[in-house]
């Protein structure tokens, strides 16, 4: 009996034993400190992520770009595997996507064959009792439509899913599951796992792995050295070779990527320790203040820029380069050659010159090809001795040839000129450069200060030189600083490239990648502002910054002749002045910071005068000394000023005023005989008026007016008689010219603020000054007796603005109000009504361009657009357009056959557009 007890004993101890062993055995941990090592060593790039949660909650859930990106084919497909593995329930409603949501994830692509690149994703599996339930879930496959068979391989199994024509493999180890589309990269992963020795254990990428930053849940790992294999499929046949340099570049690099709402950041290290140019200018370099983002036009698309400590580090580093690729020999052959055929050793001389910082900036005109677009700036140490050694390397190069070393001078206005030189010849600075750029532009040569201009299309000279005129640069972008701003303020290189542009830029590099790129996705790339990458040297290390901008809702770039940048944004009314000596227009604008300028009719800035307030009223060009040479005459608040065309003080101005002003000054030349009278009003009450030397003209009798005067005196003369009407906020006043009462009206009343005079029938008896009063009254002061006669024919706001013009023959009336326009004629029929969306300036400009044709200014107070109106109401072609401020229209040359335009734009620029 004892024994039979005993018996019993053993059998359920070894049964618990068992059974303990199998629970022990669901519960255990794996070690997954070496996971990455269970990719193949043929990797060219590794994603790592937190989990599989974490990257589609990252890509698709918390971004603002997610309809963008659902353009491009491979991530929608990535998408639909995910959404594949959501739809896929088993019997207890248990999905893929639960089973593998929170499993740490890696996706490495690896080439195979010339042609093929395959993706491998692995999941990091943390226990056996994880790994029990997908070996289940892959058991029950067959039970809703998947095909699943088994094979062994070097003893360890591989299994394969079939589902509606889709293959693919997999393999479960030590908890870590692999799959993949191709069979080969399981294969490998096994062989991989079996070996001793791991990839992971080569020094550069120790070296590497240790700068995965503290907190990402987002790692990129980059194999140079396999890289060219992966790249080469998405590249044009005739590119292929460029792109094995590509593994020369560095060994390994980590990026750690951080996606928001509307950007994706990556910051990381890559080593520096190999031949290829990117190593051999970056490594022990130190990081420098780059300047190239304050000439770099605004329209550049994409560019490179380099900066070093100076022109002989770069030759250094250059020379280092070929050294190291065993190719110097060649190199000294080429610079001896130049050297024997002209006479100069340009490896030295060149260099010697340079201050270190270059670039090669691409553009977007139309009518170039896209390679033909580039343009390789390079900055001097000193404007005057580096431009004289670069010209006599010109004329020692044109000695050869009996052609003029000059190819043609650029003239962007009348009183500027620049000398564009034909360039180098043989390709003599591709043998420095080329390594850095897909290609070097030499054909002609440009200088602007301390800046040479190389390309291959002379426009493009033009272009760079009249930007910089204009400070129409990068540095001036609201948008691309915002980008810069990114990034750190040193740096060593820099690319950028405007995303709506890469199919354009990249495209022939690209073919096989951006060939058949469809509308939709162009306009997915556009609503992307731009990529830019960041690298500097720390010692055997490259620092590393990306960032790629969400930007949908920017402003487009207004189709401008040109675009000049003021230090403010635009306060006045751009007035089109005559220049005395070219008869030609020129273009007088005042600031928010109540800076004056005078502007060329190409848009360059001629003078800056900073005045103590903002000009009130308009700018008037008078004779001063009766010599056909004109002056501009005009008020701030405190002084009435007196300006030369060169933006000096002319005489004795400018004059200070008794009191402040609370008008624009007007000037009357009475007989026309230039000798000119000025009235203004000021806050003490009191009208004045000014001889042409500024002079207070005692002959003026006029005393106080009850109220303050804030819209200009006027002149009127009909039937013989001269009328100097003004009005303050209590009564309106009509004088003679020494300031006696001429018209005593009968009955008084608030004239409108925003409603000037004008004048009806003259020179006829009924003649009368119309204007508008407080209530939007229509009233007519009848000069012969003094009668006041008020209808209230407009149905108007009180704040509202009144004008009377002549059009057809006939007399109409224009009324503003704050979003609409309506205008009647002579017998108060409605001619048109017109309302805006947004609130519009009540000071609208007529533009009288025939008798039978008029138009109408409109801008918008906080808008940005700006309307000209047909006379029948309706919006001219080719409106609205962009622009801040009131537009003056006319002929900048007189050699134009259309008209310009020009009006106050955003980021305080000046527009000047092109209208038909």
């Known amino acids: 009996?004892?024994?039979?007890?005993?018996?019993?004993?053993?059998?359920?101890?070894?049964?618990?034993?068992?059974?303990?062993?199998?629970?022990?055995?669901?519960?255990?941990?794996?070690?997954?400190?070496?996971?990455?090592?269970?990719?193949?060593?043929?990797?060219?790039?590794?994603?790592?992520?937190?989990?599989?949660?974490?990257?589609?909650?990252?890509?698709?859930?918390?971004?603002?770009?997610?309809?963008?990106?659902?353009?491009?084919?491979?991530?929608?497909?990535?998408?639909?595997v995910l959404q594949s593995l959501d739809s896929v329930l088993t019997?207890?409603?248990?999905?893929?996507?639960?089973?593998?949501?929170?499993?740490?994830?890696?996706?490495?692509?690896?080439?195979?064959?010339?042609?093929?690149?395959?993706?491998?994703?692995?999941?990091?599996?943390?226990?056996?009792?994880?790994?029990?339930?997908?070996?289940?879930?892959?058991?029950?496959?067959p039970e809703i439509g998947y095909e699943v068979t088994s094979r062994k391989y070097n003893s360890k199994s591989i299994f394969e899913i079939t589902f509606q024509g889709d293959v693919f493999y997999g393999h479960i180890n030590k908890g870590l599951l692999l799959l993949s589309s191709s069979n080969l990269l399981i294969e490998s992963s096994i062989r991989q796992q079996q070996r001793d020795e791991k990839w992971?254990?080569?020094?550069?990428?120790?070296?590497?792995?240790?700068?995965?930053?503290?907190?990402?849940?987002l790692n990129v790992f980059v194999n140079f050295s396999q890289l060219p294999n992966v790249v080469k499929p998405l590249v044009a046949k005739l590119s292929k070779n460029k792109v094995t340099a590509l593994k020369e570049q560095s060994y390994w690099a980590e990026i750690d990527v951080d996606i928001d709402q509307e950007s994706i950041l990556m910051n990381g290290f890559m080593?520096?320790?190999?031949?290829?140019?990117?190593?051999?200018?970056?490594?022990?370099?130190?990081?420098?203040?780059?300047?190239?983002?304050?000439?770099?036009?605004?329209?550049?698309?994409?560019?490179?820029?380099?900066?070093?400590?100076?022109?002989?580090?770069?030759?250094?580093?250059?020379?280092?380069?070929?050294?190291?690729?065993?190719?110097?020999?060649?190199?000294?052959?080429?610079?001896?050659?130049?050297?024997?055929q002209f006479g100069f050793n340009p490896k030295d001389e060149f260099f010697n010159v340079l201050s270190g910082e270059l670039a090669l900036a691409y553009y977007d005109y139309n009518h170039l090809q896209a390679d033909a677009n580039g343009m390789l700036v390079l900055k001097l140490k000193s404007q005057s001795t580096g431009r004289e050694l670069i010209l006599e390397m010109l004329r020692k190069v044109q000695k050869q040839g009996s052609s003029s070393m000059v190819y043609k001078k650029y003239q962007p206005d009348n009183e500027v000129s620049y000398s564009i030189y034909k360039g180098f010849p043989d390709n003599l600075m591709s043998h420095f450069f080329e390594p850095l750029f897909p290609k070097v532009p030499q054909k002609?040569?440009?200088?602007?200060?301390?800046?040479?201009?190389?390309?291959?299309?002379?426009?493009?000279?033009?272009?760079?030189?009249?930007?910089?005129?204009?400070?129409?640069?990068?540095?001036?972008?609201?948008?691309?600083?915002?980008?810069?701003?990114?990034?750190?303020?040193?740096?060593?290189?820099?690319?950028?490239?405007?995303?709506?542009?890469?199919?354009?830029?990249?495209?022939?590099?690209?073919?096989?990648?951006?060939?058949?790129?469809?509308?939709?996705?162009?306009?997915?790339?556009s609503n992307f502002y731009g990529l830019g990458v960041q690298m500097s040297g720390t010692g055997d290390m490259i620092y590393t910054t990306g960032f790629l901008q969400y930007l949908p809702a920017r402003e487009s770039e207004p189709r401008t002749i040109w675009q000049s940048l003021l230090d403010s944004t635009v306060s006045h009314k751009p007035i089109l002045v005559k220049n005395h000596y070219t008869k030609e227009r020129e273009v007088l604008v005042q600031d928010d910071a109540n800076n004056l300028y005078l502007l060329s009719n190409g848009g360059r800035v001629l003078w800056k005068k900073p005045l103590d307030s903002k000009v009130k009223g308009e700018i008037v060009q008078v004779d001063y000394y009766r010599n056909n040479k004109l002056q501009y005459l005009f008020n701030t608040r405190n002084s009435i000023f007196l300006l030369d065309r060169n933006g000096n003080n002319v005489a004795n101005f400018p004059v200070k005023l008794p009191s402040k002003a609370s008008n624009g000054m007007v000037v009357f030349d009475y007989d026309k005989n230039r000798k000119y009278r000025i009235f203004i009003a000021c806050e003490n009450r009191r009208v004045y008026l000014y001889d042409g030397q500024g002079n207070v003209i005692n002959g003026w009798k006029f005393g106080k007016t009850d109220g303050t005067v804030t819209l200009p005196v006027q002149h009127f003369r009909s039937n013989g008689k001269d009328y100097i009407a003004f009005a303050d906020d209590k009564r309106n006043y009509i004088c003679d010219r020494k300031g006696n009462i001429r018209v005593k009206l009968k009955k008084q009343f608030v004239r409108n603020e925003n409603s000037p005079y004008f004048i009806e029938n003259k020179d006829n008896a009924n003649d009368c000054l119309v204007t508008s009063d407080n209530n939007g009254l229509l009233s007519k002061i009848h000069l012969a007796t003094g009668a006041v006669t008020q209808s209230d024919n407009f149905d108007i706001e009180l704040d509202h603005a009144l004008k009377v013009f002549t059009m057809n023959g006939e007399k109409h009336y224009l009324i503003t109000e704050n979003?609409?326009?309506?205008?009647?004629?002579?017998?108060?029929?409605?001619?048109?009504?017109?309302?805006?969306?947004?609130?519009i300036n009540l000071d609208v400009d007529l533009y009288?361009?025939?008798?039978?044709?008029?138009?109408?200014?409109?801008?918008?107070?906080?808008?940005?657009?700006?309307?000209?109106?047909?006379?029948?109401?309706?919006?001219?072609?080719?409106?609205?357009?962009?622009?801040?401020?009131?537009?003056?229209?006319?002929?900048?040359?007189?050699?134009?056959?259309?008209?310009?335009?020009?009006?106050?734009?955003?980021?305080?620029?000046?527009?000047?557009?092109?209208?038909?």
Request: charged residues 25%.
């Open 819 to 839: 979003n609409r326009i309506i205008c009647f004629n002579s017998k108060m029929k409605e001619v048109f009504d017109k309302e805006f969306d947004d609130e």
């Open 200 to 217: 992971t254990d080569n020094d550069e990428f120790k070296q590497i792995y240790k700068t995965i930053g503290s907190g990402s849940r």
């Open 91 to 141: 019997d207890d409603d248990v999905n893929a996507m639960e089973l593998l949501n929170d499993l740490p994830l890696y996706f490495s692509l690896h080439a195979q064959g010339k042609e093929r690149v395959s993706p491998l994703i692995m999941f990091e599996i943390p226990n056996r009792k994880k790994e029990l339930s997908i070996e289940r879930f892959i058991n029950y496959l």
């Open 848 to 916: 009288q361009f025939s008798a039978q044709n008029t138009k109408f200014g409109v801008s918008e107070k906080n808008g940005g657009d700006i309307f000209l109106l047909n006379k029948d109401g309706k919006v001219y072609k080719g409106f609205p357009l962009k622009g801040n401020s009131r537009f003056s229209i006319g002929f900048l040359k007189s050699s134009a056959s259309r008209f310009n335009l020009i009006v106050g734009g955003s980021e305080n620029y000046i527009y000047n557009y092109q209208v038909e």
């Open 444 to 525: 002609y040569i440009g200088f602007y200060e301390d800046n040479i201009i190389m390309a291959d299309a002379s426009v493009l000279i033009e272009q760079f030189i009249y930007s910089n005129m204009l400070s129409k640069t990068l540095s001036k972008s609201r948008t691309h600083q915002s980008f810069l701003s990114n990034f750190s303020s040193r740096e060593n290189l820099f690319m950028f490239c405007e995303t709506a542009h890469l199919s354009t830029l990249l495209g022939s590099f690209f073919e096989p990648l951006l060939k058949d790129i469809t509308d939709n996705q162009k306009e997915a790339l």
């Open 271 to 340: 080593s520096a320790n190999n031949k290829g140019i990117t190593s051999q200018l970056l490594r022990n370099s130190h990081a420098q203040r780059s300047h190239m983002h304050d000439v770099l036009p605004r329209n550049t698309r994409s560019y490179i820029a380099l900066t070093l400590e100076s022109g002989d580090e770069l030759k250094r580093r250059i020379e280092h380069y070929h050294e190291v690729n065993e190719d110097g020999g060649d190199f000294d052959r080429k610079i001896k050659s130049v050297n024997n």
């Open 1 to 80: 009996m004892k024994r039979g007890w005993v018996l019993v004993t053993v059998f359920v101890s070894c049964a618990l034993l068992v059974y303990i062993g199998i629970l022990v055995n669901r519960g255990k941990s794996y070690d997954n400190n070496h996971s990455l090592a269970a990719i193949p060593s043929d990797l060219a790039v590794i994603v790592k992520a937190q989990s599989i949660g974490q990257l589609r909650n990252s890509l698709i859930e918390a971004v603002d770009f997610k309809k963008e990106i659902k353009q491009f084919s491979f991530i929608e497909n990535g998408l639909k």
